[in-house]
């Protein structure tokens, strides 16, 4: 999957990109933009190896889960989540 990097100056995603990055060290990671609040992200990862795609997601979304608390979060919604094991 490639993921359109629109907007990659804007700060959600950029804040995104920094706390899956720091969750998962080792990580190559995409975040993209598709609407307000609404992102889709690819996660490649050694960390994945062995565990399921359920669990690879969760920590993933753990990463950012700060970014989608409250009625105020700045991250609405994951449109796509893709995650992948090396």
Do not use: C, Y
């Amino acid at each position: 999957m490639t993921i359109p990097m629109m907007n990659d100056a804007d700060p959600i995603v950029q804040r995104m990109h920094a706390a899956i990055t720091a969750a998962l060290p080792d990580a190559l990671v995409e975040v993209g933009k598709n609407s307000p609040g609404h992102f889709q992200i690819k996660v490649v990862s050694a960390e994945f190896a062995g565990k399921t795609r359920m669990r690879q997601q969760q920590l993933v979304l753990a990463a950012i889960a700060d970014l989608m608390k409250g009625d105020g979060a700045p991250v609405h919604a994951i449109d796509r989540l893709e995650t992948v094991g090396t």
